[in-house]
């Protein structure tokens, strides 16, 4: 008699099941989540095929953007994760999103403030929208106004960041940047400018302006929307 709890390797499956011959036969748009992650992953454990694995990391950690900001000490702990197999998840999600963003910026020029949601939405939605702490960046342009570099400039608590305005100055005048743009998450996931906000922008504008570069606009990163404080006319 055969046991129930018995899990066939996905090396004898059916041929059209497997996730590697999937990929191979009909291309990797077309296939599921958890077969992708399954292909990473290579191998399952004693009690679960690597397609049953990816799934559950998959629901435990909210999908590919949770499994990205997970550490690997929070991967280990997962009943069936090793070392290897969390430097094997965490190396591709990195690539996926080092390729997303090159794609990003050698794209990109940033003349309108829906240039600039555009922008944000595309490079920083999947670093910050689910942050319990806001993080404040600046996107430094050149003179055509495409993006040369993207820094960090603070972390915060999660209703507000302290940005020192010496810090960024400084990253202008390394890069000889132009332009540049602010952008900053509120972890509440409403994107609505406080007075807060708007009192930074204004102060940061003066003080780039006496470098000879020009803040453009500061978007700020919401649960479902992003808000121009330019489109806004709060600068």
Known sequence: MSNPNYKIPIKEWIVSERPRELLLSKGPEHLPDA??????????????????????????????????????????????????????????????KRFLQNE????????????????????????????????????????????????????????????????ILKQVSLTSAQGLILIHNHPSGDPSPSREDVAVTKQLKQACELVGAQLLDHIIVGKNQHVSLAREKLI
């Not at 003179?143 to 570099?149: A, E, S």
Request: charged share 30%; glycine share 8%.
């Open 35 to 96: 077969k992708l992650l399954a292909i990473i992953l290579r191998t399952g454990n004693k009690e679960e095929t690597a397609e049953d694995l990816a799934r559950r990391l998959l629901n435990t950690f909210g999908g590919f953007t949770g499994l990205y900001r997970a550490s690997v000490e929070e991967l280990l702990q997962i009943k069936g994760m090793g070392k290897a197999k969390a430097a094997q998840v965490k190396a591709a999600l990195e690539i996926g």
């Open 104 to 167: 990003t910026v050698e794209e990109a020029r940033i003349t309108t403030p829906e240039d600039a949601v555009e922008y944000a939405a595309r490079y920083f939605s999947s670093m910050l929208v689910n942050e319990g702490k806001e993080h404040f960046w600046v996107l430094l342009l050149d003179r055509k106004n495409r993006p040369i570099k993207h820094v960090e400039i603070s972390v915060g608590s999660s209703i507000q960041t302290t940005v020192d305005p010496k810090e």
